[in-house]
């Protein structure tokens, strides 16, 4: 089955306690993203990547690292997370680029962040 | 810059009617594609429809629609027999083309009433 996973779905930690959560995808696509959602603001995008090695800032980087090293992994380091950074946050992945056809972000399931 | 307003937070429909949802959008760039997204309470995100900046049709996918309308930079969707199961958040979402920078609006939630 098609699908994006993320681990953990939920989390509860602590200011300052390095976290990562991890993305994966089955699909073999090139484009992976990070989003978080904060209610009245929608999703603010991360970090995207284009490919394995090539990251790029969104809207919203400060406090977050990414890294590319597989095609199929694309996780979200929060080296000293803070309560502001509370979110819930998708991982999702596209085969082409936007605007060339019909571009379908697929997204996983979300990680629901707690930052105490 | 790029920018997404939905200008709706909340909206109501009566089952078996037809609801607007509205997103306009500025831009600056000649090539972008538009795309709406569905939040069901459950949380996940399901892709619904995108529309080409060049596309001449508007776009359609079942009881979706998309009401384009490019010199008034508007993207409204259109859900056409509203059913209970639409009742969600429904997000308007930018990007250039040829990138993977994807700007989102804050969303309009919709309850169905029976």
């Known amino acids: 089955e098609a699908q994006v996973t993320q681990n953990p779905r939920y989390l509860i930690t602590v200011t300052g306690k390095k976290l990562t959560v991890t993305c994966s995808q089955n699909?073999?696509?090139?484009?992976m993203s990070w989003y978080r959602q904060d209610p009245g603001l929608g999703l603010r995008q991360i970090y995207y990547s284009m490919n394995v090695e090539v990251t790029d800032k969104g809207d919203v980087p400060e406090g977050y690292k990414v890294s590319r090293k597989e095609k199929r992994n694309f996780p979200l380091i929060l080296e000293s997370p803070s309560p502001n950074q509370t979110s819930l946050y998708f991982c999702?992945?596209?085969?082409?680029?936007?605007?060339?056809?019909?571009?379908?972000?697929?997204f996983g399931p979300g990680t629901r962040l707690t930052v105490l | 810059a790029q920018k997404i307003t939905q200008t709706q937070p909340g909206m109501f429909v009566q089952e078996k009617e037809a609801v607007t949802l509205d997103c306009t959008y500025d831009t600056s760039d000649q090539s972008y594609g538009l795309f709406w997204y569905k939040q069901p309470s459950s949380g996940e995100m399901i892709f619904l429809i995108y529309?080409?900046?060049?596309?001449?049709q508007n776009a359609t996918e079942g009881r979706y629609s998309l009401n384009f309308q490019k010199a008034r930079k508007s993207a409204n969707l259109v859900i056409s027999a509203s059913q209970l199961g639409d009742s969600a958040m429904y997000f308007c979402?930018?990007?250039?083309?040829?990138?993977?920078?994807?700007?989102f609006g804050t969303g309009t939630r919709l309850k169905v009433l029976a």
């Open positions: 699909m073999n696509h090139e484009y």
């Open positions: 999702a992945s596209s085969l082409q680029r936007t605007g060339y056809s019909t571009d379908t972000q697929y």
């Open positions: 529309q080409g900046s060049y596309d001449e």
């Open positions: 979402a930018i990007a250039t083309s040829g990138t993977y920078k994807y700007i």
